[in-house]
C-alpha cells in the first residue's frame, strides 16, 4: 500500500525533484532536530574522548590520542562497572521475563476480578523510578523500620533476625526493586502477544486432544518467541542504562555502580571529561553490537503485523 | 479485543463454551486465586507506600508496624510546605510542552513515512529506532557544556528540548504503525476532491488517528515526568524538576519516612492516573508500536 504514487507528470525532471521534496517536507523537520540534539552529542563525545580535559585543570588540555581508553579499560573501578551492568541488566531481564510469562499465562485465563488484578500488576510500573527507588530504601529495606523487618518481627517476635538488606545484598536490593518495577512492562507484552494467538488453531489442538502442556509447547511458545525476545531486548535498552535505582538506593556504593552511575560520577564528581566520553563511547559501542539483534527482532514482528 | 474476552461467561453461555469451563472447574479456580494473590503482591508496596504516608512520623517508624495508629495528612502537608510547586509546575512543563512538540512532529514525520512514503522510508524509520538504543549518557556531557557556552544551563527550556529528542523516536514509530491504518481509498478521494495537506490532516487523518495520537502522548507524557538523570545534572534552583526535588527531599535529619511516602505518592499521582486511565495504550507505547 505504501506505493501510492500520484499521477505524477512522468518524465519533467524538475517537477519530480519538486514532488519529492514535497514528499520530504513534513519528514524535515522530526528527522533534523532528531540529528541535532540527538546525534551531534555523540559526535562531540567522541572527539572530547581522544582529548586529554579534566575541567579541575583547564590549562592542560590537549591530545590525548587513545590515554582515555586505557586508562578507562586499565581502571578497575571501570572495568567492574562494565561487569556489574551487565549482570544487573541480565538478572532484571530474565527474572522479571520469566515471572512477567507467568504472570501472563495466569491472566490469560478468565476469572472473577481480572480487570482488577490486571491493573494492580500494572501499578508497580506507574511508580515514578526515583520515588519507587526511594519506598525500597526507606518503607521496605529499613533495618530499623522497614516494612521487612517489620514483618519479621510480626511474624517471629521481638527476637526474630533483622538483616541490614542493602549493605548485606545490595545487589540482591537493588535487582529486586528492578524487577518489581519492569515485570509488569514483560507481563504486558507477553499477555498481547497470547492474546494474538489464533483461536482457530488452539480450537484445533484441543479437538485433536491435545493437552494444556502439549499446547504451551508446540503453539503458545513458539507464536511467543518473538514476544519473548522484543520483551528482552526493549528491557535491555531500559535498564542498560538505569540511573535511578542504583543512584538512589545504593548511591553506586557495594560493588552495584553501572557504567551510567560511573560515568556521571566520572563527570560530574571527578570533572574528567576526557575519560566519561571514553566511558561513553564504550557503551555506545556495547549498546549497538545489542541493538543489531533487536533491530532485527522488531523488524520481523513488524513483518508479521504488515502480513496479517 | 480483550473486551470480547473478559465478557462474563455464562450468562449467555453458546453450548460450545460449555465443555471448556467443565475442563477448567477447581484447577481453574485455584489458577484465579493464585493471579489475585501475585496481583495483591505487587500492589502492596504501592499501597504500603500510601498508607505509610498518610500516618504521622512516629507511627510510621515503628517495627513491627502499628496498623492500628491513627491516620492524618500530617505527611502531605509538610510536603507541600516545603514548596514543591515550582518543581511540579517545572516537571509539567517539560512533559506537557515537549509532548505536544512530539505529537506534531511526529505526526508530520509519520504522514511521509506511511502516508505519501519518502524512499526508504523503513530506513529513516529504523534511524529513528538506533537513536533511541544508544545510551543517552553518553551524550550527557557535550549537551552539559553546550548548555553552559549559551546558557541555558537550569533552564526549562532546554529540558522541553532534550525531552523532545528523547520521546520523539518512540513517536515517530507509533505514529507510523497507526497512519499505516488509515484507508487509502479515502485519502485519493480526498486528493479527488482537491483538499490539501492541512485539510486532508485536520479532516481525514486526524480522526482516524487520533486514539493512535492519544497513546503516543500518554507515553510521551510518563516518559518526560519520570526522567531524572538529566534534569538532575542540567537543573538547579530554578528549572529543578519534580524527581529532582524528590531527591534532595530526604537529605533532612530524623523521621522522614511519611512525608518521603507522601511525596513519592504526590509525585507519582499523574503518571498513575494517567497509565490507569489508558492501561491498553501502555503496551503499544512501550513496544514502540510493534504490538497491537
Not at chain 2, 460449555?18 to 493471579?35: N, S
Not at chain 2, 512520623?57 to 509538610?78: C, H, K, M, S, V
Not at chain 2, 509539567?92 to 512530539?102: E, F, N
Amino acid at each position: 500500500m505504501t506505493t501510492v504514487s500520484l499521477p505524477a507528470p512522468a518524465g519533467v525532471r524538475p517537477r519530480r525533484a519538486a514532488g519529492r521534496w514535497a514528499r520530504r517536507g513534513p519528514l524535515l523537520p522530526a528527522l533534523l532536530f532528531t540529528i541535532v540534539v540527538t546525534q551531534l552529542p555523540f559526535l562531540a563525545t567522541l572527539v572530547i574522548s581522544f582529548t586529554d580535559w579534566n575541567a579541575l585543570y583547564p590549562d592542560r588540555r590537549g591530545f590525548a590520542a587513545f590515554g582515555n581508553y586505557t586508562a578507562v579499560l586499565g581502571d578497575p573501578q571501570l572495568r567492574s562497572s562494565i561487569l556489574t551492568t551487565v549482570v544487573l541488566t541480565v538478572s532484571v531481564v530474565l527474572v522479571s521475563l520469566v515471572l512477567g510469562l507467568a504472570i501472563a499465562l495466569l491472566l490469560d485465563r478468565r476469572f472473577h476480578g481480572r480487570a482488577i488484578v490486571r491493573t494492580m500488576l500494572i501499578a508497580p510500573f506507574l511508580v515514578v523510578p526515583v520515588a519507587a527507588a526511594l519506598l525500597w530504601k526507606h518503607a521496605l529495606y529499613n533495618p530499623e523500620y522497614g516494612l521487612f523487618n517489620g514483618i519479621l518481627t510480626g511474624v517471629f517476635g521481638q527476637g526474630a533476625a533483622q538483616p541490614d538488606w542493602i549493605s548485606d545484598a545490595p545487589m540482591f536490593s537493588v535487582v529486586s526493586s528492578l524487577v518489581w518495577q519492569w515485570t509488569p512492562f514483560m507481563m504486558l507484552i507477553l499477555l498481547a502477544g497470547l492474546q494474538s494467538r489464533s483461536p482457530e488453531v488452539l480450537e484445533a489442538a484441543r479437538v485433536d486432544g491435545a493437552g494444556a502442556f502439549a499446547v504451551f509447547r508446540h503453539i503458545t511458545l513458539p507464536h511467543l518467541r518473538q514476544y519473548l525476545e522484543l520483551g528482552a531486548l526493549l528491557g535491555c535498552i531500559y535498564i542498560v542504562q538505569n540511573f535511578d535505582a542504583v543512584f538512589t538506593i545504593t548511591a553506586g556504593g557495594l560493588g552495584t555502580a553501572n557504567l551510567p552511575y560511573t560515568i556521571y560520577q566520572t563527570f560530574y564528581q571527578a570533572h574528567d571529561y576526557g575519560r566519561a566520553s571514553a566511558a561513553g563511547v564504550i557503551v555506545v559501542i556495547g549498546s549497538m553490537i545489542v541493538a543489531t539483534f533487536a533491530l532485527r527482532v522488531v523488524s520481523s514482528l513488524l513483518k508479521q503485523e504488515a502480513d496479517r | 479485543m480483550t473486551q470480547t474476552l473478559s465478557a462474563p461467561a455464562g450468562t449467555t453461555a453458546p453450548p460450545p463454551a460449555r465443555p471448556r469451563k467443565v475442563r477448567r472447574g477447581r484447577g481453574g479456580a485455584i489458577l484465579g486465586v493464585v493471579a489475585w494473590i501475585v496481583g495483591i503482591a505487587f500492589f502492596f508496596p504501592v499501597a504500603w507506600m500510601v498508607f505509610t504516608s498518610l500516618h504521622s512520623e512516629q507511627a510510621a517508624a515503628t517495627n513491627p508496624p502499628d496498623l492500628t495508629a491513627p491516620l492524618t495528612t500530617d505527611g502531605y502537608r509538610e510536603f507541600f510546605a516545603t514548596n514543591p510547586w515550582p518543581y511540579l509546575i517545572n516537571s509539567a512543563t517539560a512533559s506537557i510542552v515537549s509532548t505536544a512538540l512530539v505529537v506534531v512532529l511526529a505526526l508530520f514525520a509519520g504522514y511521509a513515512l506511511a502516508i505519501r512514503p519518502v524512499r526508504k522510508w523503513s530506513d529513516v524509520l529504523f534511524f529513528f529506532l538506533t537513536t533511541k538504543m544508544l545510551p543517552a549518557v553518553a551524550g550527557l556531557l557535550p549537551v552539559y557544556l553546550i548548555a553552559q557556552h549559551i546558557g541555558l544551563l537550569d533552564n526549562i527550556w532546554l529540558m522541553v528540548i532534550l525531552y523532545t529528542a528523547m520521546n520523539l523516536p518512540i513517536a515517530v514509530w507509533m505514529m507510523h504503525s497507526f497512519l499505516a491504518e488509515v484507508p487509502v481509498a479515502i485519502l485519493e478521494a480526498a486528493a479527488l476532491d482537491g483538499a490539501r495537506l492541512p485539510t486532508v490532516m485536520r479532516r481525514v487523518i486526524l480522526p482516524i488517528a487520533s486514539p493512535g495520537i492519544a497513546a503516543t502522548a500518554l507515553i510521551c507524557f510518563i516518559f518526560a515526568w519520570n526522567e531524572m538523570l538529566f534534569a538532575r545534572v542540567l537543573t538547579g534552583v530554578v528549572a529543578g524538576t519534580a524527581p529532582v526535588f524528590l531527591t534532595s527531599f530526604v537529605t533532612t535529619q530524623g523521621l522522614f519516612l511519611a512525608k518521603v511516602c507522601a511525596a513519592a505518592t504526590a509525585i507519582s499521582i499523574p503518571v498513575l492516573v494517567a497509565g490507569f486511565a489508558a492501561q491498553n495504550k501502555l503496551v503499544q507505547g512501550l513496544s514502540l508500536g510493534a504490538v497491537k
